[in-house]
């Protein structure tokens, strides 16, 4: 419905959602973070019900990194900032600027990815927590790599959108797209600082 919108003047002050298709994208985005809220819920339950379950493994207390982890979270959370002034960008319809800053966010994703790759091995090689050792280990491979897969899941998602309307500029009909994959770049970050603070923080201090 992007036609019924006049950009004769430039861009509206709000591109993503000048238009309905914008606002029904917009909706519909909402509806399914409601789903993903409670599928995050049921796995920090579930963590929470086991984390005391280590059997004859390491506990948490033992093998956590707090300044490994630390430096994710400063990833994820600069990478959050990063893509605020990309989406800040958009609705100044500076393109390469957007864009830009989209690249950035996707680099600093991808080096939390790493590491988080990175903390696993450390922990499956070095420590012994295989997925099967405890109850523990079970809950805290399926959250933690639950939270690894939407990562990939979002970066997979922005890069698409960077390659396909790399030539495009700003408009009506993609504008909608970047700002529900930035937000939901903001919900995965949210999703890692429970983490961080049930996982990490309650698992070293006891």
Request: net charge positive.
């Amino acid at each position: 419905m992007g036609h019924a919108v006049d950009t004769s003047k430039g861009l509206p002050p709000h591109p993503e959602r000048a238009t309905l298709e914008g606002k029904n994208k917009f909706l519909g985005f909402w509806f399914f973070l409601g789903g993903e809220t409670v599928l995050f819920a049921t796995f920090f339950g579930t963590y929470l019900g086991l984390r005391n379950g280590v059997a004859d493994g390491p506990t948490a207390a033992e093998i956590f990194q707090l300044p490994l982890v630390f430096i994710m979270t400063m990833l994820l959370l600069t990478s959050s900032l990063t893509s605020v002034l990309a989406m800040y960008a958009m609705k100044k319809n500076k393109f390469k600027a957007m864009i830009a800053w989209l690249w950035v966010t996707v680099l600093l994703g991808l080096g939390f990815l790493g590491m988080e790759i990175y903390e696993f091995y450390e922990y499956s090689v070095h420590y012994g927590l295989g997925y099967t050792t405890s109850a523990f280990a079970s809950s805290f491979y399926t959250l933690v790599g639950l939270h690894g897969a939407h990562v990939v899941f979002g970066l997979s998602w922005i890069i698409c959108l960077l390659i396909r309307y790399r030539r495009s500029g700003i408009t009506l009909t993609n504008a909608p797209k970047f700002y529900v994959a930035s937000l939901y770049w903001h919900f995965i970050d949210v999703v890692w600082v429970f983490i961080f603070t049930v996982v990490y923080l309650m698992g070293i201090g006891g």
